[in-house]
């Protein structure tokens, strides 16, 4: 998965939407799109998804989880947040560099254990 901005169109007209994109966001000059990453893609991430059931109150855990990620493999992360009212509430997708996916993907099932 990578995000990108290009080509990005016009400002009043937002991408395509494709049911392989997991997020589309906007800033004052650009779109950017969450997708999957063609073979040429030069900043490759590996996205993971959490859900929360709405009694559980999940304020600071996206502050939390980046700070371990941070100080155990000395990576950064984006956040990707929705809401779905069907699944529980609100929902992240969480991407973190494509080579520290096996690093990655350990430090959450430890924190789970």
């Keep these: 998965m990578f995000p990108t901005s290009a080509p990005s169109p016009p400002l009043t007209q937002p991408p ?19 997708a999957p990453a063609d073979p040429s893609a030069g900043e490759r991430f590996v996205v993971v998804s959490f859900h929360f059931p709405p009694e559980l109150d999940n304020s600071g855990f996206v502050g939390w989880l980046a700070t371990h990620l941070k100080r155990e493999l000395g990576t950064g992360v984006f956040v990707t947040c929705g809401q779905n009212s069907t699944r529980g509430g609100i929902y992240d997708y969480w991407g973190c560099p494509a080579q520290l996916r096996t690093e990655v993907l350990q430090a959450l099932h430890e924190l789970r254990a």
Excluded: Y
């Design 16 to 34: 395509a939407l494709t049911t392989d994109m997991l997020a589309v966001v906007r800033d004052e000059d650009s779109w950017s799109w969450l």
